[in-house]
Every structure is written in C-alpha cells, then in structure tokens.
C-alpha cells in the first residue's frame, strides 16, 4: 500500500538516505565504543569501562530508532557490516589504542555522528518532516554531550 504521509517519495527517499548514514555512523561509533569497553588498560580502566558500558547501551537502543524511523519513511534500513562500511563516516580503530587514543578517537567518532546528523536536518526540515527533525535533535544533543565528557577526560 501507498505511503500518505504528506512528504514525497522523493523527499523521503532524501530523508531515508540521510539516516542511513546515521545509522552506519551510529553502528560503527557503537562498535568501537564496545570493543574500547573490552580492551581499555591502565589507570582510568574503571572510569572508561563503566562510561564506554553507558555509551554503548545507549547507541544500542538509538540504532533501533534511527532504522524504525527508516522504515516508517518506506525504504529499507541498511543492516550489515558491508552496508555501513560503505555509508559510515568513521574509520574502524587499528589495533588496541592506548586509553588515551581511545578517548580521542570516541570524541572524533561522536562528533562525526553530530555532523552526519546535522548534515540531514536541512533536508528533513524542507520537507517538514517533524519526527525525523526530533529525532535528529536529541541525537545532536547526546552526541555533543558525549563528546563533552570524552573531551573533558582529556584535559591537564
Ligand atoms: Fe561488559
């Protein structure tokens, strides 16, 4: 059956393809967030093992949203590692960096997800798509805080 939405196809489309970027960058920042969980050493290990815990639940549960959100605009959401790689904006990590890499590359990785999601609100806006243009906004502010806190790690 037809989607009556009162945007386009080809506004949807535009939207959908934007969020598939979200959601390769989202997957991508959830997986090394993960593996930085496991792999993290030395004397911040308990600070980083419980905050990497944090983001990566959260990324978790915000992947769901940003495909359902995909589906409800009619196009498929792209679910496999070749898909993201193909659409993500962030480099997978080489080897096991030392914590202090980690939390650098995790700012890169979260501010990359804030521009990628920054990146589809002129289009969700234009078309009025309202829910996508939330969406997009609470994961700016997560992101943007979270880069914050990885930042602030940073610090002397
Ligand atoms: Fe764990």
Do not use: C
Not at 1 to 19: T, Y
Not at 49 to 60: D, K, P, T
Not at 102 to 114: D, H, T
Not at 124 to 145: F, G, I, V
Request: net charge negative; hydrophobic share 40%; aromatic share 8%.
């Amino acid at each position: 059956m037809e989607i009556d939405i009162g945007i386009s196809k080809e506004d949807r489309a535009k939207i959908a393809g934007g969020l598939s970027k979200l959601l390769a960058d989202s997957y991508t920042l959830y997986l090394t967030t993960h593996n930085f969980h496991w792999n993290v050493t030395g004397p911040m290990f308990n600070t980083l093992h419980l905050m990497f815990e944090g983001q990566y639940n959260e990324l978790a549960l915000a992947v769901d949203l940003i495909a359902e959100r995909i589906r409800a605009l009619g196009f498929p959401a792209p679910g496999s590692y070749k898909q993201f790689q193909k659409l993500t904006s962030i480099a997978e990590p080489e080897g096991v960096p030392s914590a202090e890499e980690m939390i650098s590359l995790l700012v890169k990785g979260q501010e990359a997800v804030a521009k990628t999601a920054r990146g589809v609100v002129k289009i969700a806006d234009k078309a009025s798509d309202e829910p996508t243009l939330d969406l997009l906004t609470q994961r700016m502010q997560l992101h943007e805080k979270n880069a914050w806190m990885l930042r602030s790690l940073l610090e002397k």
